[in-house]
């Protein structure tokens, strides 16, 4: 197989980065560890094993989410999430290769750049997937199998800002562990 065409037999699979999976789910649990401690140390209404069922329900959720595959072959382009996840939270998308008509650009409200296949009925778009491991591979094969220019398409952002995001999101489980520390000395009588 090559990076150019794809055969109808033969398929791709796009997993999330590693290193974007890791650095989310770090922040997710740097973000709420505390939680529960704060919560018994202040007394809150709220009890710390309800803020438990809540951080681990959540925690799963976003597993699930992380674990977006985009899959190519000669027929289509396919956006799948484990069953569990698209039967509640997310659906995936399939797409022929033949109905892509254009890739679209868009500006986030943060000003990254995003791409969205349009459709040839230009009633539906479909976001390309940009977090991908290959990503450079996954855009050559979108434009082998479309026929669209896609020289200009970069990924919405670098390693580099991934690894400087997980970098600060150590520093925070640093704070964390003293906030934990500090709330069970408060806690304990």
Known sequence: MTISMISASDSRIFRISPLIRLTLQLLYVALTLPLPFLAEASQAPIP???????????????????????????????VTYPGWIARWLRRGWSLAWEEIQDLKLRTT??????????????????????????????????????????????????????????????????????TIWTALQLHTP
Request: aromatic share 10%.
């Open 48 to 78: 710390s094993s309800g803020l438990w069922i809540a951080m681990g329900l959540g925690a799963v959720v976003l597993y699930g989410a992380l674990s977006e595959r985009v899959i190519v072959d000669g027929e289509q382009i396919q």
């Open 109 to 178: 409200g943060q000003g990254g750049l995003v791409y969205y296949f349009v459709t040839r009925d230009r009633e539906r778009a479909y976001l390309l997937p940009m977090r991908v491991v290959g990503f450079a591979q996954l855009v050559k094969i979108v434009a082998a199998q479309t026929g669209i220019d896609t020289r200009d398409i970069r990924p919405l952002a670098q390693p580099w800002m991934y690894l400087i995001l997980l970098i600060f999101t150590g520093l925070l489980l640093l704070v964390d562990g003293w």
